[in-house]
């Protein structure tokens, strides 16, 4: 199965106020930048995905994602990430009808290609599922199967909505690139351990970030 993956990505100067302790007002937008552009490098190379479609209104984002390859929606809705979500599916489906689609979060800079795929070939086994993060409180990627309806919950304990919508909750071991979503300097710290593409590793080393 060939998934197309959906992947917002909120306003640039909005992004990742939870990392100020970690990264001032200057650096975050660029530090936004770089997770999404090696998690969509890393989407676009995973051999389960057909093809990424970023989700957003900022230019300069939309600019350097369509340059590694990504289609662009525009977030037409401005009704938050879940609306937003929603409408990209509905624009993708209307070129491909029968597409496998997920979301996908666009902060998961340590991302690994052959880990996103072994989550994907998982959730092709049921109608929707959804994958964790490294917190156990939100959602990475939720995957909708052909002719299914994606139903967005992200947000606030999402993981919690995701289940009692009835999306079914992958356990994979050894998927934690695919799981360690950046809010936090801990989490960046976390992510950084992993393994970080070379957008983010060079934003990072910046940072001069302890223990890194």
Known sequence: MQWTLVIPVKPLARAKSRLSDTAHDGVRPGLALAFAQDTVAAALACPAVKDVAVVTDDALAGR????????VVTDEPRGGLNAALAHAVAAVRADRPAAPVAALNADLPALRSLELARVLDTAA?????????????????????????????FGTDSRARHRASGAVELTLDDVDSVRQDVDTGDDLRAALALGVGPRTAAVAARLLIPGQ
Request: no cysteine.
């Open 64 to 71: 350097e994602l369509a340059a590694l390859g990504a289609r």
């Open 125 to 153: 086994e049921f109608p929707r599922a959804f994958m964790p993060d490294a917190a156990n409180i939100g959602t990475t990627l939720l995957a909708a199967a052909p002719g299914r309806e994606l139903l967005p919950a």
